[in-house]
């Protein structure tokens, strides 16, 4: 990917006969959203660690905004948010943005309005201490924030915030997307960012085993799609034998088709007329996908 603000190529990272990232070649381009998942210890911060610079590469190459990780040209490309983020507790939220905004060459007064973006404008002048996780999450997404950076780094950044509070986060990511700022996240919580992302990249045991946008993820890996058919009443077993699969409750009909077989699936239904009344249709969601290739991972290094 020619204009992409993070291009991973072939990177490898061994910490002495343990190889911690194993030929990792991932792109993140201008807008786009990118979701890194993996257990625990499958090697995503270890990348992260070496997109910031804090890691040298074993082999391959990480090319951040056309610059090398750790030089001053990358730092003030991209920014990061750790799943933990720790202020010095005297300080005032507006205290930590000035601060940063100095480290990163930014004028406070272009930096401040950051805490009203993220939704602590009304805290900006209490101390850091006082805050609760999820207001310290914020102050951190603020501080991320400053200098509209290129590329943001996020490592389970919805950590403590309650279910509203992590709606106005991908809020302001999507907005922060939109205006052209690359984003790749770490997370486990599958269901959150599934209607969030553009593309995921799925890593086991320091190697990436998928990557692609989730519709592309579950025709590659052949998961079925589940439709939900309920009959007219006294009509179940007629729409059951026209069309087979699985009788539920007395009066619906579950079945199970690829992909490439769902609109053959209901031209048989669109036959039946009045002895369907309504249809429910389930695809593959990002949990049925990590879940496949992880076992898929799994089966490998049982074999």
Do not use: W
Not at 30 to 52: D, I
Not at 98 to 121: M, Q
């Amino acid at each position: 990917m020619s204009d992409a603000i993070l291009s991973v190529e072939d990177l490898t990272i061994r910490f002495g006969a343990v190889t911690a990232v194993d030929g990792v070649s991932l792109a993140v381009a201008p807008s786009e959203r990118v979701a890194l998942l993996g257990h625990n210890g499958a090697g995503k911060s270890t990348l992260f660690k070496t997109v910031l610079g804090f890691l040298t590469p074993t082999g391959g190459r990480i090319d951040v905004a056309g610059s090398t990780p750790g030089s001053d040209a990358a730092r003030r490309a991209v920014s990061y948010l750790p799943e933990q983020v720790v202020f010095p507790k005297a300080l005032t939220g507006a205290e930590v943005l000035t601060y940063f905004a100095r480290l990163k060459g930014v004028s406070p007064e272009a930096a401040l309005p950051l805490l009203d973006t993220v939704g602590i404008a009304a805290a900006a002048h209490r101390a850091v201490g006082t805050y609760s996780k999820g207001m310290r999450q914020r102050l951190g997404l603020a501080q991320a924030l400053i200098g509209s950076p290129r590329l943001l780094l996020l490592d389970e950044p919805t950590s403590g915030l309650d279910p509203v509070s992590r709606r106005e986060f991908y809020e302001v990511l999507e907005a922060s997307a939109r205006a052209g700022t690359a984003v790749l996240l770490s997370s486990h919580s599958l269901s959150e960012i599934e209607n969030r992302i553009d593309r995921i990249a799925i890593m086991a045991r320091g190697a990436l085993r998928a990557e692609g946008s989730l519709a592309e993820l579950s025709r590659r890996a052949g998961l079925p799609i589940r439709i939900r058919v309920e009959a007219a009443a006294g009509r179940a077993d007629a729409v059951h034998a026209r069309l087979g699969g699985e009788r539920v409750n007395g009066r619906s009909v579950v079945l199970t088709c690829r992909a490439d077989e769902k609109v053959g699936a209901l031209g048989r239904l669109a036959d039946l007329g009045a002895d369907v009344v309504d249809v429910d249709i389930a695809l593959p969601d990002l949990d049925d996908v990590y879940r496949h290739y992880s076992a898929a991972t799994d089966e490998g290094a049982a074999r």
